[in-house]
């Protein structure tokens, strides 16, 4: 059986039970809204806790039944029968207990900012990032997610250059953050006559969406410089200018944003800015922690090809944990849990066996 452990259980179901006594107390609306957002944080591993106890009991209950000499055959039968099922459930709460325990990342709540890049491959690279984007959009669309548009740069036959956007909502960080590498497709372009399978790929970044309580950014560590925003023509050729461009002078991250108003230009280009240097620093106290992990899900590294997606056969690989589906047509129309839910496992499993060596 795994190891539990038990002090900590017991301090969780202590904290629990004094947050349930005060809430019913009739406390003010401010602490009533911190009281219960610790409650609903608590309440998964408690029940599992309290599940595990009354688990525990029944197998000490069982055991003793079957030490007893003077217990009858059939009910010596029935507790025979029953043991192999409790020991079962034991043996799954733990693993649950555990999950529940790991360490949690501070941004796994956030809303987060997508970036799509077209990479190698020219019109069929831009294509293929606008194939993801709509994918990620669907995806949100199932979970409730909104999906805001910052930034895009249209590629010359469609599809994207560069498209960058808010998703919101809660837990989407959790949910997406595993996604940021090099995505490569395998298939037939339209303009291709001969039928040559052709090779293109395209880079998502996924990080988390920062608030100014996450990153101060000073007013003299940024440079801002306003373009005119190159429109359709038309009526706003003589708009006045509205691009905006954020340079962060420590870092030499730019962040551009190129809508109609200038103002909003400004706010969502501090946005991307305020979450790339959150997502820079995480990055940079992570691998302090982590210099000698080698398992890349979880590890952010964007130069690293992530995922397969070939159209001939219908195949999706994630390289990262050998996993091949044959849905690739179900996955592009947004229905990708299973990759993302196996991304999490693996990276769990992994938490739990660092965990294991540490003990």
Do not use: C
Request: aromatic share 4%; net charge negative.
């Amino acid at each position: 059986m795994a190891k539990l452990p038990i002090e900590k259980m017991r301090e969780l179901e202590r904290r629990f039970g004094e947050i349930e006594a005060r809430m019913s107390a009739g406390p003010s609306a401010d602490v009533y809204v911190k009281l219960a957002s610790e409650y609903s944080e608590l309440q998964p591993v408690v029940t599992k806790i309290r599940a595990y106890q009354k688990a525990v009991g029944e197998l000490a209950d069982l055991e003793a039944l079957l030490e007893d000499k003077s217990v009858d055959r059939d009910m010596r039968e029935l507790a025979e029968l029953e043991l192999p099922d409790v020991k079962e459930r034991i043996e799954e709460l733990e693993n649950e207990i555990q999950i529940l325990l790991l360490p949690k990342d501070a941004a796994d709540e956030k809303s987060a900012i997508l970036e799509i890049r077209a990479g190698t491959g020219g019109n069929e690279a831009a294509l293929f990032a606008g194939d993801l984007f709509r994918m990620y959009e669907r995806y949100a669309s199932t979970h409730g997610w909104k999906v805001e548009v910052l930034s895009s740069s249209e590629g010359e036959a469609g599809g994207y250059k560069e498209i960058i956007a808010t998703i919101t909502g809660k837990g989407v960080f959790a949910k997406l953050k595993f996604e940021s590498g090099v995505h490569r497709v395998q298939r037939v372009p339209e303009t291709e006559a001969g039928g040559r399978i052709h090779t293109s790929a395209a880079t998502v970044a996924v990080l988390p969406e920062a608030e100014e309580i996450d990153i101060e950014i000073r007013p003299e560590d940024i440079r801002i410089d306003t373009m005119r925003s190159s429109g359709a023509g038309g009526q706003h050729v003589n708009t006045t200018d509205s691009a905006v461009r954020i340079t962060h002078l420590p870092t030499g991250i730019v962040v551009t944003s190129s809508e109609k108003s200038q103002h909003q230009n400004r706010a969502k280009a501090m946005q991307v800015l305020r979450s790339r240097l959150y997502d820079a620093e995480r990055q940079r106290a992570d691998s302090e922690r982590s210099a000698d992990r080698k398992s890349q899900v979880g590890s952010g590294d964007r130069s690293e090809r992530i995922r397969t997606y070939n159209f001939p056969q219908g195949r999706v690989t994630d390289h990262r944990i050998n996993l091949t589906l044959y849905k690739l047509d179900r996955m592009m129309i947004g229905e990708i849990d299973e990759v993302v839910d196996a991304l999490l496992a693996d990276y769990q499993a992994s938490q739990l066996a660092q965990l294991g060596e540490q003990q």
